[in-house]
């Protein structure tokens, strides 16, 4: 089981990034997709994720309006498009990939990738 998050780097506020997080070893339609964040310092946040069933969503208040999860079940793969990027987007950012429960919550999550760095400059 195997999850690989990609697209992160450097952006000036304002920017966008598109982040992608492929899926290789589990049977990706049958699990929420989540994506989380964590500064140096601060604990992991839940910013969205995407439910395996109905495409229905969650976003945490600093993703909403800005930021957009997607999924594709034929590549075995979930996306999350980051707008209007700000300092304080500023993280580490995973995906994670769950059973059932569309949460925000770390502890719902089995499999998890390896990271991102995100870094938007002012």
């Known amino acids: 089981v195997q999850l690989q998050a990609c697209g992160g780097g450097l952006v000036q506020a304002g920017g966008s990034l598109r982040l992608s997080c492929a899926a290789f070893g589990f049977t990706f339609d049958t699990y929420v997709i989540a994506w989380f964040r964590q500064a140096p310092g601060k604990e992991r946040e839940g910013i969205s994720c995407?439910?395996?069933?109905?495409?229905?969503?969650y976003y945490g208040n600093s993703a909403k309006g800005r930021f957009t999860i997607s999924r594709d079940s034929a590549s075995k793969m979930a996306h999350l498009q980051m707008n209007s990027l700000k300092p304080e987007d500023t993280a580490v950012y995973y995906c994670a990939a769950g059973s059932n429960t569309l949460s925000p919550k770390y502890f719902r999550y089995t499999y998890w990738g390896q990271g991102t760095q995100v870094t938007v400059s002012s």
């Open positions: 995407i439910s395996s069933r109905d495409g229905a969503a």
